[in-house]
């Protein structure tokens, strides 16, 4: 018995859905191009794809001549916070903190991001504070 789909994109429906995000509603060639600009992908495979995102409510489609016009049923920012929702839960225990502190001991972040991400929490905490 296979498994149930997750609602969550995989990593080449991510793919898809980051050239409709851009490039806003396109025909399959249209997304094919764009991917093929990054790696060799067939048309069959994309076309299989965007059917199993159409069922997963990720895309939409809309008739275009002899073709469909696709376009993105999720919004990136909607998307990220399913993502790293799920990335925090399951890796982090549900703690945002730790993810964060990861980030900053992994030394993956830039000094500029870093000073960003300092400022973010400051303007928060700042906030917070107003609000209590």
């Known amino acids: 018995m296979s498994r149930p789909r997750s609602p969550h994109p995989t990593d080449g429906e991510l793919e898809i859905l980051r050239v409709l995000w851009e490039h806003g509603p396109a025909p399959l060639g249209v997304v094919c191009d764009a991917l093929r600009a990054e790696r060799e992908v067939a048309t069959t495979t994309v076309a299989t794809m965007l059917k199993v995102m159409l069922d997963k409510q ?62 973010l929490i400051g303007g928060k905490r700042t906030t917070s504070k107003k609000g209590r």
Not at 70 to 86: F, M, P, Q, R
Not at 87 to 114: I, N, Y
Request: proline share 2%; net charge neutral; aromatic share 4%.
């Open 58 to 119: 990720l895309v939409k489609r809309t008739s275009a001549g002899r073709g469909y016009q696709w376009s993105a049923a999720v919004s990136h920012e909607s998307t990220a916070d399913s993502l790293l929702g799920k990335l925090v839960d399951g890796l982090f225990d549900g703690s945002a903190e730790r993810l964060v502190a990861h980030l900053v001991e992994s030394k993956q972040l830039k000094p500029s991001e870093l000073a960003e991400l300092k400022q």
